[in-house]
């Protein structure tokens, strides 16, 4: 069974930085990209950002590119939303998804599984 866990989420003061926790289980670690959306109630996904299966190369959204990054830990099977000079804007629930192949992009399509999401909450 496929499962997708994301952890990390609070609150955080405008200007600081979070690290959000993603476990995807059940599928080999460097087989798939994984992928973060973020949500605010009432609205449709955002993509985040996306990191390949087997390599390094990211892909991010425009309102978060140069702020976030995705370290991987391939020892640990997890990959991370580093956050950092966090905007109220960024308030959202933050959701971690497995593609469906080593390298995927910015839909929503490109990904077979989703986790439950991690609320974080940017105070100014």
């Known amino acids: 069974q496929v499962q997708v866990v994301e952890s990390g989420g609070g609150l955080v003061q405008a200007g600081g930085s979070l690290r959000l926790s993603c476990v995807v289980s059940g599928r080999a670690f460097s087989n798939y990209a994984r992928g973060w959306f973020r949500q605010v109630p009432g609205k449709d996904r955002e993509f985040v950002g996306v990191?390949?299966?087997?390599?390094?190369?990211?892909d991010y959204g425009g309102s978060v590119k140069g702020r976030f990054t995705i370290p991987r830990d391939d020892s640990k099977n997890t990959v991370y939303l580093q956050m950092n000079s966090l905007k109220p804007e960024d308030t959202a629930i933050y959701y971690c998804?497995?593609?469906?192949?080593?390298?995927?992009?910015?839909?929503?399509?490109?990904?077979?599984?989703w986790g439950q999401g991690t609320r974080v909450t940017v105070s100014s």
């Open positions: 990191i390949d299966g087997n390599n390094d190369i990211t």
């Open positions: 998804a497995s593609g469906k192949y080593g390298h995927a992009g910015a839909s929503e399509k490109d990904y077979f599984y």
